[in-house]
C-alpha cells in the first residue's frame, strides 16, 4: 500500500488533516478554502501541490441490528483529491469510525454501486479505473449515499448531496494542472 493524503472539512469551518496509509494522522487548520459549490468547499495547498473537493453529509442513520442507535463519530466527509499529473481526482471517505476489517464501504448514485477498500478511519476507491468511474456516477447524480459497517456492528448511511459537485470537481482539478 502506498502512502497517500487526503484533506478534511469539518463543520462548515475549513481544517485539514493529514493521513497516511498506516493509519497515522493529525490534524490541522486550513485557510486554503478557495471556493463554494453550493454544498462542496474547495481547498488548494501548495506544499505539496493538492486541491481538493470535500463536503459533509445531509443525513446519517446508524443503526445496529436493525435497529436505530445513538452513536458518537468524528467527521464523516466525502472528498476528491487532484495532484499534478493524475489523470482523475482520489476519491476517499472518512466514516468517523474505524470500519469494520475486511469490509468495503458502499457508494450508491442513484442505483449504481460501488465498492471502496478500507483501512482504519478511511476508504477509497481501489484503483484509478474505479475512481473514474464513480466520479462520472456523481457527476451525473443528485445524492451518494455511502453505506458502511463500523468495528463495533453499527451500520451507517451517510447521504451527501452532490449539488454543486460537478463545478467544485472543475475548480479543484483547474487549480491543480
Known amino acids: 500500500m502506498t502512502s497517500w493524503m487526503t484533506r478534511a472539512l469539518t463543520g462548515g469551518i475549513s481544517a485539514a488533516g ?3 496509509a498506516g493509519g497515522t494522522g ?12 453550493t454544498d462542496w468547499s474547495v481547498f488548494a495547498e501548495d506544499k505539496p501541490k493538492e486541491c481538493w473537493g ?10 445496529r441490528d436493525g435497529k436505530p442507535v445513538s452513536v458518537k463519530r468524528s467527521d464523516i466527509l466525502l472528498f476528491v483529491t487532484f495532484r ?25 448514485v442513484g442505483g449504481t454501486k460501488f465498492e471502496m477498500t478500507v483501512d482504519g478511519e478511511w476508504a ?9 468511474k464513480i466520479l462520472a456516477a456523481l457527476q ?16 451507517t448511511k451517510d447521504t451527501f448531496s452532490l449539488r454543486g459537485f460537478t463545478a467544485a470537481m472543475t475548480e479543484a482539478a483547474s487549480r491543480c494542472k
Do not use: R
Request: glycine letters at 10%; hydrophobic letters at 35%; charged letters at 15%.
Open 54 to 63: 470535500v463536503s459533509s453529509p445531509k443525513e446519517t442513520v446508524n443503526s
Open 124 to 132: 477509497w476507491a481501489a484503483s484509478v479505473d474505479d475512481d473514474a
Open 84 to 108: 499534478p499529473g493524475q489523470a482523475v481526482g482520489e476519491t476517499s471517505f472518512t466514516g468517523g469510525y474505524p470500519f469494520a476489517p475486511g469490509s468495503t464501504v458502499t457508494v450508491d
Open 18 to 20: 493529514l493521513m497516511a
Open 26 to 37: 493529525f490534524a490541522q487548520e486550513s485557510t486554503n478554502q478557495v471556493a463554494v459549490k
Open 140 to 155: 451525473k447524480g443528485t445524492d451518494a449515499v455511502l453505506s458502511a459497517h463500523s468495528a463495533k456492528g453499527t451500520q
